[in-house]
């Protein structure tokens, strides 16, 4: 991924994705959540190798652009990523869906015009400040959404839009996206989310970590697991007292009782499944 992102510039985000949910099989929005975490780690190597580039690029001729941008983009991307799991799995494939294409036909218009040079704004720092903010809540949403870096629409508005020459774009679009992504990425990790993919449920998350693990255990074993909700009932006792119990459904399959969720949260071993042996 990392190969076909770089030979045409990009970090491999918008390949890494569907390879994630077709291949791989994760739920769209944890697939979402780990491209986030990879996007992350290669912008960081991406800035360490840009750090020669910084005395050739006039990034401080962009200041009001980048600083604009980056508040934009860190706003939508808070919003975005708590919003990413509420969306259903069908509404999330469809915004994947148009996003990718999005990206595609922006490529290939990139490509188009590569040797085009010119700015359609003017240089008024009002106008642009605010052309910024709106167009860093655009790519802080992308983001958000699909877990890039946001490179391919960062650096043709710099470039289409402000003016920006490609190599002080290509600098300007590392220095906006590192903070944007590093935000998506505090976002998912104060709602738990990342805890849930290490196997350390928080309660509040519990059933949706449980369901993942019923889905991951049958894709890989072909045999159902069943890890019902607890509810709570009342029960007569021989005093004639009545007292609150917990208790769990059985398997409609195999009438077995459910697993404890202290032993789902320490899958897989706890199911009896070595990964390493797939």
Known sequence: MALLGGLIGLGGAEFR????????ALYPQRAIRINLL?????????????????????VSTLRIEVLTMLVGGMIAAWIGAGYLRHMPKAHIMTVIAVL??????????????????????????ILRAIVGIVAGIMVG??????????????????????????K???????????????TGVARHWHTGHYLIERGETPKHEGQPWCDEIMRLHR??????????????GKEKRT?????????????????????DRKDIAQWPHSCGIELGSF
């Open 219 to 232: 894709q890989i074993t072909g045999k159902p697991l069943w890890a019902a909700p607890e509810t709570v």
């Open 100 to 125: 990718l294409a999005g990206t595609a036909g922006l490529l290939a218009a990139e490509a188009l015009l590569s040797e085009a040079s010119w700015s359609a704004l003017p240089h008024d720092p």
């Open 38 to 58: 990879i996007t992350f780690a290669t912008l960081v190597m991406s800035a360490a190798a840009r750090l020669e580039f910084l005395g050739a690029a006039n």
């Open 239 to 259: 005093d004639g007292e009545r007292k609150s119990v917990r208790r769990q459904a059985c398997c409609p399959e195999t009438g077995e009782g459910s697993i």
């Open 17 to 24: 994705l569907p390879l994630l949910i077709a291949v791989f």
């Open 141 to 166: 949403a992308i983001s958000s959404l699909l877990g890039v870096a946001g490179g391919e629409f960062i650096t043709p508005i710099l470039i289409f839009i402000f003016g920006a020459d490609i």
């Open 168 to 182: 002080t774009a290509g600098t300007a679009s590392v220095l906006i996206s590192i903070p944007i992504v590093l």
